[in-house]
């Protein structure tokens, strides 16, 4: 007996299925709510190798749904843990754990040696950098994301560079905080499971050439009602306008700027999220002799050049306000900050101290 | 003739409803501008549309008694 003999039964997939997965590399971006059941099922299938990225680190809300992960690894990365249990699970599995977030200028290094991507990632700026590498490099892309309860899965650029990406339907991100993410609407544990898994059937399907694909169909579905909806896609002008067409146009694009999260905020706007979101995180990125100091407000000084040191106590926060003495220095924290946890508000706060009311 | 317009994500939540009829307009252009006036909420949400399953342009015509999907962007992972 095997551990596909399944697979070798099964009508149409057969050994020559079950091939084609273990010759297969497939890089799975994010080890949450979608990428745990994506990781699992692909493992479990014999796909040959695993890419896993996720620079996020557990943490206790993320254990309702994000199935690799239990309570002893909370504060650990993401990307390592998975990595460690396919490891266990697998002996013939290949992983490589990637524990960051994809930026412009690692995004195409890491996804150069993929057949396939699969988007199971949380925020617009790293959806549209993935859809972006994806087309620049030519690779299929599987993409998956969720809104309360409802999802939407789709396979793009599966047929080269004639094929539909997510830009076709989507060529200009919604503008900041339009689209709140999973942490402020909430979502119940089991719904990305069939999400993620409707993901992980179409990437098998893709690689083994078993039954059809959303191959440029986007599919909407409700988990409250059942209720499912199935678009056709077709090529978008403005998509191709908007779009980096080399790999040089997409390292110098700004995703977290196309996405609009880059815009500064005024100390009135300070005042009310510090009021609605008490967790909120107000911080001097200041050196310590500079004047004049903050008074009114909770705040913790931590000077530009201590950040990186300083990303532990950063992380225990959802809601992180930079303020300097003009707004310079802070922006720029606010931006390389930004990159580091792409699913926290990060903003900077216009004129820094010197416009404070 | 009326139109069925089904909504999705954001916007749904906005309208409170999933699922609605409107006079139909004529194309996709001219149904935004009446969706925006009657629901002044969802002016500032973006969303793709599509006519009987098939993604749409704005300049397009909506056929009599067509079906339009109203189609936010989800995030979410």
Request: a negative charge.
């Amino acid at each position: 007996m095997d551990r596909f003999d399944r697979h070798y039964n099964l009508k149409g997939f057969g050994k020559a299925g079950q091939e084609k997965l273990q010759n297969a590399k497939v890089l799975v971006v994010g080890a949450g709510g979608l990428g745990c059941p994506i990781l699992l099922y692909l493992a479990a299938v014999g796909v040959g190798k695993i890419g896993i990225v996720d620079g996020d680190s557990v943490s206790e809300s993320n254990l309702s749904r994000q199935v690799l992960f239990g309570q002893h690894d909370l504060g650990k990365n993401k990307a390592k843990v998975a990595g460690k249990i396919l490891n266990e699970k697998y002996a013939n599995l290949e992983v490589e754990v990637i524990p960051e977030f994809l930026r412009t200028d690692n995004i195409i290094g890491y996804l150069q040696d993929y057949d396939l991507v699969i988007d199971g990632s949380d925020n617009f700026p790293t959806r549209y950098l993935v859809n972006d590498a994806c087309v620049v490099l030519n690779k299929p892309l599987v993409f998956g994301a969720l809104y309360q309860n409802e999802g939407q899965v789709a396979v793009f650029n599966a047929k080269g560079s004639k094929s539909i990406n997510y830009r076709d339907i989507y060529p200009n991100p919604p503008s900041a905080g339009e689209v709140p993410n999973c942490n402020e609407i909430g979502i119940l544990g089991v719904f990305p499971g069939i999400i993620g898994c409707t993901m992980a059937a179409e990437a098998i399907k893709l690689i083994s050439g078993f039954g059809e694909i959303l191959d440029g169909k986007m599919h909407f579905y409700n988990f409250l009602n059942h209720s499912d909806y199935k678009i056709e896609l077709t090529k978008n002008q403005q998509s191709y306008q908007n779009r980096p067409k080399s790999i040089e146009d997409l390292q110098s694009m700004d995703y977290q700027d196309f996405c609009g999260l880059s815009a500064d905020i005024s100390w009135e706007e300070v005042r009310t999220l510090m009021h609605d979101f008490p967790d909120a995180f107000l911080v001097d990125v200041r050196g310590k002799d500079e004047e004049p100091q903050l008074e009114g407000l909770a705040f913790q000084q931590i000077e530009t050049d201590q950040i990186d040191a300083s990303l532990d106590k950063i992380a225990q926060h959802d809601t992180i306000l930079l303020f300097c003495q003009t707004g310079i220095r802070s922006a720029k924290a606010a931006r390389k900050l930004q990159e580091k946890f792409p699913d926290k508000y990060i903003r900077s706060i216009k004129g820094g101290i010197t416009s404070f009311k | 003739m009326v139109l069925t317009i089904k909504v999705f994500g954001k916007i749904s939540e906005e309208i409170d409803q999933m699922e609605f009829s409107i006079e139909n307009p004529g194309n996709v252009s001219a149904l935004i501008e009446k969706l925006q006036a009657q629901f002044p909420q969802i002016q500032e949400l973006k969303y793709a549309i599509a006519i009987n399953h098939q993604l749409a342009k704005p300049s397009e015509d909506i056929p009599d008694g067509a079906e339009v999907a109203l189609l936010p962007p989800f995030s979410g992972g």
